[in-house]
């Protein structure tokens, strides 16, 4: 199970990040978060009343259900939506593989689970092939302003995703089921962004156009009812550092598609950069085998 769920994540999630880059281009960051979990909450509860699933839930636990929906449903959106407005959606995707690594540092800071050697030297080489993957943009003074901004944004927004991951462990907790929790999550970001649409004069208007309806139909369904489901259950299952390694192997799925359909180029840091931040999250999260100890072999005295 926890091998189909990993598929699950690494399918929905790698095509996300394109379909991202279509909404920025044509509205808002916050408008398209807005119309995503809207649709993606509907959804959830239409899915819910037909299965005959719907939980009552007492109203004291909707504070965990409104701070997961501004996590994982609201904030870390707003700001990597924002970083795909300025650097590729394939190197956003990217980026976003540091959540393996902040969700061992928030276990540190929030549960006393002190990182492992091993967690501090993937750090060390997720941050260095970040840097070998930037590198040469930035050395282009006319461009590295802009790509500066786009990669604190997605590691903002990575960070801020991490921080969700360990609500929604805690949102669970009081006895809500996983679906009743994340529908509830996702309704609570829907109307946080409602509510900052209306506060700052946004029009809630959408192009009428093919490329609009099917990239947020991608968002909402395969992207956050499926892909959310499918990851909070990993969550739910091996807890959030190991459910974080699926960040690991999706961003090469975004990567081809940014390469093929965002003119993205592959610069001699980039290629060298890449394997470093995989290889990191194998050194923190992959499982090696240990050696069985020998069994002692008995001698009788001559």
Known sequence: ???????????????????????????????????RFAAAALVMWLLLALLRKLEAVPLRRHRWFAIMGASLFGLNFVLIYS?????????????????????????????????????????????????????ETFTHLEASG???????????????????????VRATATGTGLPNAVARGMT???????????ATGHSFAT?????????????AIPGSVIGFMAYLSLVKRVGPDRAAYA??????????????????????????????????????FARFPQRAPQAAVATKAP
């Open 247 to 284: 960040t690991v192997l999706f961003p090469l799925v975004a990567l081809v598609v940014s390469t093929m359909l965002e003119g993205y180029h592959w610069t001699p840091g980039a290629i060298a950069g890449l394997p470093l931040i995989l290889m990191g999250n194998v050194v923190i």
């Open 188 to 198: 609570w970001g829907t109307l946080f962004m409602g509510i900052y649409l209306l």
């Open 207 to 219: 192009p009428v156009t093919s490329a609009f309806f099917w990239s947020l139909a991608y968002l």
């Open 83 to 135: 970083a795909s407005q300025h650097i590729a959606s394939g190197i956003v995707s990217v980026v976003f593989t540091m959540a393996t690594v902040f969700n061992a540092f928030n276990q540190w800071v929030f549960f006393g689970k002190r990182p492992t050697a091993r967690a501090l030297a993937g750090a060390t080489l997720g941050i260095g092939g970040i840097a070998l993957l930037f590198g």
């Open 1 to 35: 199970m926890t091998a189909f769920l990993f598929a699950v994540i690494v399918t929905a999630w790698g095509f996300t990040w394109y379909a991202i880059r279509v909404q920025v281009e044509m509205i808002p960051p916050e408008l398209s978060i807005f119309w």
């Open 146 to 168: 802009e790509t500066a901004l786009g990669v604190g944004l997605a590691l903002a927004g990575t960070y801020v995703f991490s921080l969700g991951n360990l609500v929604s």
